[in-house]
């Protein structure tokens, strides 16, 4: 069973919708309705087709671009899977083999499969790596092969929030000789028509709209969870940038945190690899998809102190804090409230974007409810 896409009938949300949403619609409008300052972007596709496109509030469009800080780390994701796919790489090599340098100081053992599910101990160089470091295809992928990884690799696990994205783009490097924004931009997102870039061209500037801080509440009095190494991790980049406004970071795009597009974007880059789209075969084949999609680690978090945390390969899977689907379902939220993820069991691909973000950051949970409610509901419709 499918539906139609037609203009929603809606006060404040804007856009086109399948006529079975009718319901969402509703509910969206109502969140704008309830708070004049709320401003999001929403997608989703079902096996290919198009259900959701709409948009509403007063601080964007449907075609605004948006950093949705960690939301980006799924282009490396899916960009490894191009490589299975293609049979360039293999997760359980060493990363050394592709990467000798990386071999140093007690990591000459590490796996491709142990690095990108943050298994590998270096979410931060020994010395902190610089913002100058990171806007570098390899400066900060040196530093970090030249560090001894903060735990013994393989013992524990810790969110790699921003090292992830360099570790990445040198891996893809070393394995095609073209630097990962290179092999996304090539491979997936010209020849896909995907709206959503690492390092956003010039001459899509004036769609760019920054984010806006999160506001704590009166009553949010706890003290963060603590972390040894969550200061070591974030405090000597926090304070250099303004991660959504400085032009240097949006036009590099760094894989793990900035790159920029639309929700519209970001639900078809799934669709293309998980669905297809516009009638053309995915480029994931499903047994990839259930490689790169696989839970490889679960429980406490190193670097974040959660207790309840899972990745497969760089993807995040459904928790107890990020229930965004099914077991098989996988994605990844952003610090100020973005999420896009796929579900391979219901066909449904979602994205989120969202220009101010609810405290206390993650994926915003009226977007988690909602990507787990539209698979659930056109899942079992088909």
């Known amino acids: 069973m499918t539906g139609a896409m037609a203009p929603v009938e809606a006060s404040w949300l804007r856009g086109t919708a399948d006529a079975r949403l009718d319901a969402v619609v509703d509910r969206l409008d109502g969140f704008l309705r309830d708070d004049d300052d709320l401003s999001f972007q929403v997608a ?33 994701g899916l960009s490894i899977g191009l490589l299975l796919e293609r049979g360039l790489i293999d997760l359980d090599e060493r990363v050394a083999h592709y990467w000798p340098e990386f071999g140093a100081k007690g990591k000459d053992a590490v796996t491709v499969r142990q690095l990108l599910s943050h298994q590998a101990g270096l979410p931060q160089a020994t010395t902190p790596l610089t913002w100058e470091e990171l806007w570098d295809h390899h400066a900060a992928a040196a530093r970090l092969a030249d560090t001894r990884p903060y735990w013994y690799p393989g013992s524990a696990f810790g969110y790699h929030a921003i090292t992830i994205g360099s570790l990445g783009d040198e891996l893809v490097f070393r394995v095609t000789g073209r630097t990962l924004h290179e092999f996304y931009e090539q491979e997936i997102r010209g020849p896909y028509g995907i709206d959503f870039y690492l390092g956003m061209p010039r001459e899509q500037e004036h769609r760019y709209t920054p984010l806006r801080p999160m506001v704590r509440p009166a009553s949010a009095t706890a003290s963060p969870p603590f972390s040894a190494l969550g200061p070591v991790v974030f405090g000597p980049l ?19 945190t900035a790159g920029t597009g639309t929700a519209r974007g970001l639900a078809r880059l799934f669709a293309a690899a998980v669905t297809g789209v516009d009638g053309r075969d995915p480029f994931l084949s499903a047994a990839t998809v259930e490689q790169i999609g696989q839970q490889q680690i679960r429980g406490y978090d190193e670097v974040l102190h959660q207790h ?8 995040q899977k459904p928790s107890q804090q990020l229930a965004f689907g099914g077991p098989r379902a996988f994605g990844h939220d952003g610090a100020a409230g973005a999420l896009a993820c796929a579900d ?39």
Do not use: C, Q
């Not at 304070?239 to 400085?246: C, I, K, L």
């Not at 206390?360 to 088909?382: C, I, K, Q, S």
């Open 44 to 76: 989703a596709f079902h096996r290919g087709v198009p259900v959701l496109d709409a948009w509403g509030g007063p601080h964007l469009d449907g075609d605004s671009m948006l950093i949705p800080f960690s939301v980006t780390k799924n282009t490396i």
């Open 238 to 256: 926090s304070r250099d940038v303004d991660h959504t406004n400085s032009p240097r970071n949006y036009r590099y795009g760094h894989a793990a």
């Open 308 to 315: 309840d945390r899972a990745h497969a390969i760089v993807f």
């Open 344 to 382: 391979p069991d219901t066909g449904l691909t979602f994205a989120w974007t969202i220009v101010r973000g609810p405290w206390p950051g993650g994926a915003d949970p009226r977007a988690v409810a909602l990507a787990r409610e539209l698979g659930a509901l056109l899942g079992a419709a088909t």
